[in-house]
Nanobody, 120 residues
Framework: QVELVESGGGLVQPGGSLRLSCAAS????????MAWDRQAPGKQRLLVAS???????NYADSVKGRFTISRDNAKNTVYLQMNSVNAEDTGVYFC??????????????WGQGTQVTVSS
């Protein structure tokens, strides 16, 4: 069982940077894959970035080269470094923990979300 709490959201100007954190409680954090999703106003939730338990990363095309996902297993925390943000990055950012079972992704927990607003 794992519980997730996001932090670090806020208002940022276009071109600026922001770092989101997702702290996990419970056991075996290092065994989970972790991911960040974004839900823009009126739109469905979409995957932004993920990192496996082995540290392999994957990004949505829209954020490649600008966002970096990382994890610190000693701190039970996953981060999303957001650089060169633009208005399309606005939304609620959720982290989730998952495991891969027989080749299928099984989500174990979601955080409550943190709002990111990109505006001048």
């Amino acid at each position: 069982q794992v519980e997730l709490v996001e932090s670090g959201g806020g208002l940022v100007q276009p071109g600026g940077s922001l770092r989101l954190s997702c702290a996990a409680s419970g056991s075996s954090f290092s065994m989970y894959g972790m991911a960040w999703d974004r839900q823009a106003p009126g739109k469905q939730r979409l995957l932004v970035a993920s990192i496996t338990s082995d540290g392999l990363t994957n990004y949505a095309d829209s954020v490649k080269g600008r966002f970096t996902i990382s994890r610190d297993n000693a701190k039970n925390t996953v981060y999303l470094q957001m650089n060169s943000v633009n208005a399309e990055d606005t939304g609620v950012y959720f982290c989730h923990a998952y495991k891969t079972v027989n080749g299928f992704k099984v989500v174990s927990a979601w955080g409550q979300g943190t709002q990111v607003t990109v505006s001048s």
